[in-house]
């Protein structure tokens, strides 16, 4: 039973000093803090349960979306919880139709990352008061109240709403069976911790060793030196282990560097693993396709935000470019909202689409998306990492497997290995996996040792370091 009236709203800007060591950098960000705006919800109910809810910035930018979170606090505020999930698509139109915030959006850009760190602790609460992990609070909602959760404005060109009700009854079967399999198995991850564009070359291959002696060994069955229309891999033994392992590579700065590292990780994950690349938008349309095209010896399985994320007619020209090379695209993490990738959908501009937990307007948009790469047939590999990402698609990924796409084939959820232990429900990964959460909520809360040391600029690691700065 949801219960209670959200009577306080607090936002913290909370920061890492990641770009010391390099960690999370690329061809565009040099040097990403990782941070993240951190919501927390209290209602009056007696249970005492909050919402935790973050979305992910970098550094500075934090103190603008604390900014829009404190100016959209007034929709949440004073309302009871079960009024607002009693009618989220409802909620979720108010909050993003705001008459002077939608003009800084709409949906887009801080003000959309402002409603996706709201929303996110309004599902956390929600899943919390229902006392399941919010994967399980999705697969196990009826399909009618899960899709009013959703604002199908501006997207049923492509997905209506009663085709997206076809899906979700498409999915009840063999639910519970992959529910068991998740349970058992978990869904598999992908690594992009060893080859950050900061890191030396020594760092990349002491990572890339550690990694492989983790766990990320299996031979693949299917490989990725074939081409992309060919790519149909079982990610699962006969005893159900992960076979094939992915590895990430960040390139894109300087291509004699680039092809330097990439044969070094090629060498060293042999010639079997797959290996991604990742730009981060650096290139035009045609120095992408040149630029991969001096890459594709190494035999990329994509290439990763090749151009400017809100080109969808560049992604769709890249991807036809480097089809024959077996080359596909994937992006997402920069996708402002349901609209581009419908677009993107559209346009055959991509062969992976990588839903970002706090990118997007949380739960709400990220389940439209879910259900429109379901019906282009376009597989989900989630976009994660930063701060807490990991924690948080994790869920969404899981449900999708359960509920919507059922499959496993071309799919596997990033993973990066920095910053979990300042979460209160850490992910578990093994063999290589995500394994579903446990703990009810949507795996979001902070511990809040780790929030009063790293809040920017009072925090205990900021204060050091900015007088450090000064001497
Ligand atoms: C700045 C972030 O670390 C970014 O490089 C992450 C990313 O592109 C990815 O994980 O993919
Ligand atoms: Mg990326």
């Not at 941070?35 to 550094?59: N, Q, W």
């Not at 404190?70 to 949440?76: M, P």
């Not at 060994?217 to 060919?230: D, I």
């Not at 581009?340 to 997007?360: E, H, T, V, Y």
Request: with cysteine; charged share 25%; proline share 4%.
């Amino acid at each position: 039973m949801v219960r209670g009236r959200i009577c306080s709203l607090s936002v913290r800007d909370v920061r890492f000093p990641t770009s010391l060591g390099g960690h999370g950098s690329d061809a565009m960000h040099t040097d990403p803090d990782y941070s993240a705006a951190y919501v927390v919800l209290e209602t009056d109910a007696e249970d005492g349960l909050k919402g935790y809810g973050i979305t992910f910035t970098l550094g500075k930018g934090t103190e603008v979306v604390v900014c829009a979170v404190n100016a959209l606090a007034h929709h949440v505020l004073n309302k009871d919880l079960g009024d607002i999930v009693g009618d989220f698509r409802g909620f979720y139109r108010q909050l993003t139709s705001d008459g002077q915030l939608r003009w800084i959006g709409p949906e887009k850009g801080v003000v959309h990352l402002a409603t996706a760190a709201i929303l996110n602790a309004v599902w956390d609460l929600w899943a919390k008061q229902e006392g399941k992990p919010l994967w399980k609070l999705l697969v196990d909602m009826d399909p009618r109240t899960l899709l009013s959760c959703i604002d199908f404005r501006y997207i049923t060109d492509v997905l209506t709403e009663e085709e997206a009700y076809e899906i979700l009854q498409k999915g009840q079967v063999g639910k519970k069976e992959r529910e068991g399999q998740m349970l058992m198995h978990g869904y598999p991850a992908y690594t992009t911790s060893c080859a950050w564009l900061g890191y030396s070359d020594d760092t990349l291959k002491q990572l890339c060793t550690e990694a492989l002696k983790a766990g990320w060994t299996r031979p693949a069955v299917g490989s990725s030196l074939l081409s992309l229309s060919c790519v149909n891999m079982d990610p699962w033994t006969s005893e159900g282990l992960p076979l094939d392992k992915w590895f990430k590579v960040k390139v894109g700065a300087d291509l004699q560097d680039d092809v330097r590292r990439c044969r070094l990780i090629r060498n060293m994950i042999g010639p079997e693993k797959t290996l991604m690349m990742d730009a981060n938008q650096r290139w035009d349309v045609p120095e992408a396709v040149k630029w991969m095209s001096q890459l594709a010896e190494f035999k990329p399985l994509w290439i990763e935000e090749p151009t400017s994320p809100d080109d969808i007619l560049g992604h769709a020209a890249i991807s036809k470019a480097l089809a024959p090379l077996g080359i596909g695209v994937a992006t997402g993490e920069q996708c402002h909202n349901r609209v581009i990738f419908k677009q993107l959908l559209q346009a055959k501009a991509l062969q992976f689409l990588q839903i970002d937990s706090c990118r997007l307007g949380s739960v709400n948009e990220n389940l439209s998306v879910l259900l429109m790469a379901k019906k282009f047939e376009i597989p989900v590999c989630p976009h994660a990492g930063g701060v807490g990402l990991c924690e948080l698609v994790q869920h969404l990924i899981i449900f999708d497997f359960i509920s919507v796409s059922a499959s496993l084939q071309n799919r596997m959820c990033e993973y990066v290995d920095h910053l979990h232990e300042h979460f209160r429900y850490p992910v578990i990964i093994k063999k290589a996996s995500y394994m579903p959460p446990k703990d009810a909520g949507y795996s979001t809360e902070m511990k809040e040792e780790s929030v009063k040391k790293h809040q920017y600029p009072d925090g205990e690691v900021w204060k050091k370091l900015l007088a450090a700065q000064e001497n």
